[in-house]
């Protein structure tokens, strides 16, 4: 639970900052650069200052499965952006936050999955977030 409340605070600030950056940052892309290189640094930081390339089978295929969801994570930060002064932050921050509900809802309908009384109440949460 504490996850989740984590997760929908982190996408409204992720919204907000975008917001409030877009009159002083000239450039949005420098400023997603500066998110993935703080991103990696803070990931060094978080494996005791390992490798962040581990060498075992295998690795290539989670390299490159990491640099695709970094490039589509890149694209939706790009149209987030976009989305946020064609549309304003309120609608954008509610359509990011149907995602979570989306993802929910086709896995108990078409996976067959029984959430449990933390997950329903995760659920009610995000839809009171959306509200």
Do not use: H
Request: one cysteine or more; a positive charge.
């Amino acid at each position: 639970m504490g996850n989740l409340i984590l997760a929908i605070v982190s996408s409204a600030l992720v919204s907000i900052t975008m917001r409030f950056s877009g009159s002083k940052i000239k450039n949005n892309l420098s400023m997603l650069a500066v998110n993935y290189i703080m991103c990696t640094f803070l990931a060094w930081v978080y494996t005791g200052f390992g490798s962040l390339y581990p060498a075992v089978d295998g690795s290539q295929n989670a390299v490159a499965l990491g640099a695709v969801n970094g490039v589509l994570y890149l694209a939706g930060f790009v149209l987030l952006q976009r989305n946020i002064r064609t549309n304003g932050v309120v609608l954008s921050a509610t359509f990011i936050k149907l995602g979570l509900l989306v993802s929910m809802a086709v896995s108990v309908l078409f996976f067959g999955e029984r959430p449990e009384v933390w997950q329903w109440a995760g659920f009610v949460l995000a839809v009171a977030a959306i509200v």
